[in-house]
């Protein structure tokens, strides 16, 4: 048995990818503490989740500029790289994981100055700045997308795809039966809308826009944001266009299940879900994504037929209406697209991730 520490925090992009591979280091046998972020989001996904050792690491953002941030970003850093030695030293684990963000850098570094093996995972196809500083800082970087590795042929990269975690890869559901656990039928067509943990005002006017024009045969299991929730929810009342609506769903595996199509961002962690349950997409990237990842991750996803990208500016009801007719009354192209989501799907993700750790650390191969 060995210990394992894994920096997964702050988006569900980086912490939901590193819970899946605490869980199959957990399910070998081995003990991981899994540090997170401060964030809501971190808090409601690790609860009750007694398997593992979590603390809560300070967010910690680079500033812009040189300014009085500046200086307070630098001695809150130096505070969290001696809190993280402090939980290392405390824990001794075998390697360190970091999965993204400036949430894993300060792990790694203290990893790094124990001497302890340590690992970044990127999950988008163009890293950030906070993962460019993380792969120095460790012995490789693993990539959710080979375009990543062609694009630092100065760093050792491992391809591993991103990992989905335990809940969604062993509990997919009957299409009729999510359908159900959303109070819809199965005879209109099914359109998940989903804007990202902090949902899209955006997307989510175009979309209501674009419901009405397309009439009858179609609801929608529409994600918002908790901003919007409420504004969402009155409009599909008021039009009488049948739909569930909710700031946010945590068994996704039920909205997947339910969908035919999906409207949403492209962070890296919705578009392996999405490959996984083999769902066709209209992709509409944020467009003020760090490096523009969004539109990268996006691009991939297009070339190989499994979605259609969507540029915010270009998003208008219209346009928007047209696309989800283009390919729901299109059989023959929505079956395409479904087979080229499964041809993106990196099934053993998690555990080609926990093999990279049990190699470094000599422990034996995953069963």
């Not at 012995?139 to 795809?161: E, I, M, N, S």
Request: with cysteine; net charge neutral; aromatic share 6%.
């Amino acid at each position: 048995m060995k210990r394992f520490a894994i920096a997964a925090g702050g988006t569900g992009g980086h912490l939901f990818p590193g819970l899946a591979v605490a869980e199959v280091l957990h399910g070998l046998g081995h003990e991981v503490m899994v540090l997170t972020s401060e964030k809501h989001i971190d808090a409601v996904a690790t609860e009750g989740r007694t398997e593992f050792r979590i603390e809560r690491l300070p967010g910690i953002g680079l500033p812009r500029g040189i300014s009085l941030g500046t200086a307070r970003f630098f001695l809150r850093f130096a505070s969290g790289i001696l809190h993280c030695n402090r939980l290392l030293a405390d824990f001794r684990p075998a390697a360190v994981l970091g999965m993204g963000g400036f949430t894993s850098t300060a792990p790694i570094l203290a990893g790094r100055l124990r001497g302890l093996p340590v690992f970044v995972h990127e999950s988008n196809a163009i890293p950030g700045k906070a993962n460019r500083l993380n792969a120095k800082l460790a012995g490789g970087l693993l990539v959710g997308f080979q375009d990543c590795a062609r694009r630092l042929p100065k760093l050792t990269c491992t391809y591993t795809g991103t990992p989905v975690r335990n809940a969604l890869q062993k509990n997919k559901i009957p299409k009729i039966e999510a359908l159900q656990r959303f109070g819809l039928g199965s005879d209109n067509k099914t359109v998940l809308v989903m804007g990202g943990s902090q949902g899209a005002a955006g997307v989510n006017v175009a979309m209501m826009e674009a419901a009405l024009s397309l009439g009858a045969g179609f609801q929608f299991i529409h994600l918002t944001g908790a901003a919007d929730e409420a504004a969402v929810r009155a409009f599909y009342l008021r039009a009488n266009i049948p739909a569930w609506v909710g700031a946010f769903h945590h068994a996704m595996q039920e909205a997947y299940g339910a969908a035919d199509l999906a409207v949403a961002r492209s962070g890296a962690a919705s578009l392996t879900e999405l490959a996984h349950f083999e769902l066709p997409s209209i992709l509409i990237p944020y467009p003020h994504a760090a490096e523009d990842h969004q539109t990268f991750n996006a691009t991939i996803f297009s070339e190989a037929g499994a979605a259609v990208l969507l540029p915010e500016r270009d998003a208008n009801p219209k346009r928007l209406a047209g696309e989800i007719r283009g390919i729901l009354d299109e059989p023959t192209r929505w079956k395409e697209m479904r087979e080229a989501n499964a041809g993106l799907s990196v099934e053993d993700a998690a555990q080609r991730v926990a093999q990279v750790l049990l190699d470094a650390v000599e422990v034996g191969g995953l069963l």
